[in-house]
Nanobody, 121 residues
Framework: QVQLVESGGGLVQAGGSLRLSCAAS????????MGWFRQAPGKEREFVATISQSGAMTSSADSVKGRFTISRDNAKNTVYLQMNSVKPEDTAVYYC??????????????WGQGTQVTVSS
């Protein structure tokens, strides 16, 4: 299991950009695929993006495709979510997770505490 800590959330205007980071503990970061999920108030947790162990493969939700980019730096034990052209609908708590390459929450074993992203209109 890996411990994860998200950072980089905050307030941003619609159309702006934000970069989230997720720092992982331990020396086995590269063993895990990583994912980003989000949960808005009163809504279910939803998939945002995932990246394979090496970073060779990525997948993202249709709602963020073309706007958000997931990446990782295994040497730094960190995964990122670059958020561009943000919309008010992107407002949510964003969670990073470690597990197997998948769009499903059940595929991830370790979760961070989350970081709040608020997009104003």
């Amino acid at each position: 299991q890996v411990q994860l800590v998200e950072s980089g959330g905050g307030l941003v205007q619609a159309g702006g950009s934000l970069r989230l980071s997720c720092a992982a503990s331990g020396r086995t970061f590269s063993r895990y695929a990583m994912g980003w999920f989000r949960q808005a108030p009163g809504k279910e947790r939803e998939f945002v993006a995932t990246i394979s162990q090496s970073g060779a493969m990525t997948s993202s939700a249709d709602s963020v495709k073309g706007r958000f980019t997931i990446s990782r730096d295994n040497a730094k034990n960190t995964v990122y979510l670059q958020m561009n052209s943000v919309k008010p609908e992107d407002t949510a708590v964003y969670y990073c997770a470690a597990g197997t390459y998948s769009r499903e929450t059940r595929s991830y074993d370790s979760w961070g505490q989350g970081t709040q992203v608020t997009v104003s209109s």
